[in-house]
């Protein structure tokens, strides 16, 4: 199987102080004779029927653990909105 994305990110299994990095990868699976696309981080894994779905899905877990990522931090500058600088 080649890798076909990688991205880095932080684990929202582990504390994001520990500043683990597992990466989110999207590669093909051949299913009984189909072509499907399994999106892994760590060792949890979902699989889709459609390449678009599993990268939509990838973008959006990405999206999701920089906020995650932001939120833990609030004296940075892209904290969300309403918390104390």
């Known amino acids: 199987m080649s890798v076909l994305a990688i991205v880095d990110m932080f684990s929202p299994f582990r504390s ?3 500043l683990s990095s597992p990466s989110i990868v999207i590669e093909p699976l051949l299913q009984r004779g189909k072509l499907r696309w399994q999106v892994r981080m760590g060792r949890r ?3 889709f029927h459609q390449e678009q779905a599993a990268r939509a899905f990838a973008a959006q877990l990405h999206m ?3 906020w995650l990522q932001q939120s833990a931090n609030p004296d940075d500058e892209f904290a969300p909105p309403g918390t104390p600088h």
Do not use: E
């Open 45 to 47: 894994s979902l699989i």
């Open 16 to 18: 994001i102080d520990r």
């Open 64 to 66: 999701r653990m920089l």
